[in-house]
């Protein structure tokens, strides 16, 4: 395993400023939060490949601004929304490819939008269908306010769709959804593909690595045994740290970490 950081965590700042200051903070393991549509092309796109290339960045994943519309868009019955829906992330798939990139991070519907889970599970089908012809993999998020965030849900969503199945255990969400997520790794297995890291404790569930009580060597030993071999990727929220400099610190500490452990 190795430790990065999202470009989420500067949030509100532009996503290239964000991507070149991990950058020249020593942050060598990234997720790309891509906030808009231009950002998927030139100037922006090269600007971050320049940056990329200079520091030697690995960009693990890249998360889309589209969490609101992806209810609408992919599950209602409305099968033209579908394929336009498709066709769009398309764009994302090929700005992957650009950074090399493997996990597509998608949030999914909310359970106000009513949506059978034999749909559900169809229209992921289609989705991760779509993502392996570019080469990519899409990942379904545990957020506590999706479908995603029921663990028994995403039990039979594996169930359902075998190999196709894949995810990404947020810990944050995970505490916030009342799941354990060490249970989520025991139940979910090899199917978990990508990691959002945050520590979890008595101030809050959103804290730098090392400032909660959660017990994180025995989360990364389960998920080492269930074979897990990517990033653990750092995720905070604007307030849980100082600077970039504080999260390039927290981020040296949990590699650190990783490494004295054997992880």
Do not use: W
Not at 156 to 185: C, W, Y
């Amino acid at each position: 395993m190795k430790a990065g950081v999202s470009t989420a965590c500067l949030y509100p700042a532009e996503v290239e400023s964000s991507f070149r200051l991990l950058a020249e903070n020593g942050i060598k393991c990234t997720e790309i939060f891509v906030n808009t549509h231009s950002e998927l092309f030139d100037p922006y796109m090269s600007e971050m490949l320049a940056v990329q290339r200079e520091y030697d960045i690995d960009v693990v994943s890249v998360h889309p601004f589209t969490c609101g519309i992806e209810p609408m868009m992919l599950f209602t019955k409305y099968e033209r929304r579908v394929d336009d829906m498709l066709d769009y992330f398309g764009n994302f798939f090929e700005f992957m490819n650009r950074f090399g990139a493997k996990y597509f991070v998608l949030h999914g519907n909310k359970p106000e939008n009513f949506c059978p889970e034999e749909l559900y599970f169809e229209r992921f089908l289609k989705l991760q269908e779509r993502a392996e012809s570019f080469g990519v993999c899409a990942v379904q998020e545990n957020v506590s306010r999706c479908m995603g965030k029921s663990l028994d849900f995403l039990v039979r969503m594996k169930a359902s769709l075998g190999n196709k199945a894949a995810f990404v255990l947020d810990t944050k969400q995970a505490h916030r959804s009342g799941n354990d997520p060490i249970e989520m790794v025991k139940a979910l297995g090899s199917s978990i593909k990508h990691l959002h890291f945050s520590d979890h404790g008595k101030n809050g569930d959103c804290l730098k690595f090392g400032f909660g009580e959660y017990d994180n060597f025995s989360l990364f030993k389960e998920m080492q045994d269930c074979g897990y071999d990517g990033s653990v990727m750092i995720e905070l929220y604007q307030g849980s740290f100082d600077d970039a400099a504080d999260l390039a610190d927290n981020y040296r500490s949990l590699d650190r970490f990783l490494k004295e452990n054997g992880f």
